[in-house]
């Protein structure tokens, strides 16, 4: 994904900011990371440069995880949610937190 892309999205659910943490990056594309929205607390991770943006009901979390737990954000076994509560929230977005 092209940084400079980032200052046209905005979350597809309720068009709120979007924050990003950057984990890998080559020179002005982002190969992976998490874009988090400001208002309704939903992820969206970044895999090989694709940012997962889809309905809730369409995202694989069996798709998502192996990169999420890569880069210790290891959600709670059961989560059923693409929303980062409580604590889960304040890690995450302490890690590589570029945006």
């Known amino acids: 994904m092209q940084s400079r892309l ?3 999205m905005c979350c597809p659910f309720d068009k709120g900011d979007l924050n990003i943490s950057i984990f890998k990056q080559e020179e002005n594309e982002i190969i992976e990371g998490l874009l988090t929205c400001s ?3 939903r992820y969206f991770p970044i895999i090989y440069g694709i940012p ?5 009901e369409y995202r694989q979390k069996s798709l998502e995880a192996p990169v999420m737990k890569k880069w210790g954000l290891e959600l709670p076994a ?4 693409f ?3 409580g604590p ?8 590589g937190d570029n945006g």
């Open 6 to 8: 980032l200052e046209k």
């Open 39 to 41: 208002d309704c607390q």
């Open 52 to 56: 997962i943006m889809t309905p809730d």
């Open 78 to 81: 059961g989560y059923q949610s």
């Open 83 to 85: 929303r980062l509560d």
């Open 88 to 95: 889960t929230t304040a890690r995450a977005l302490e890690m």
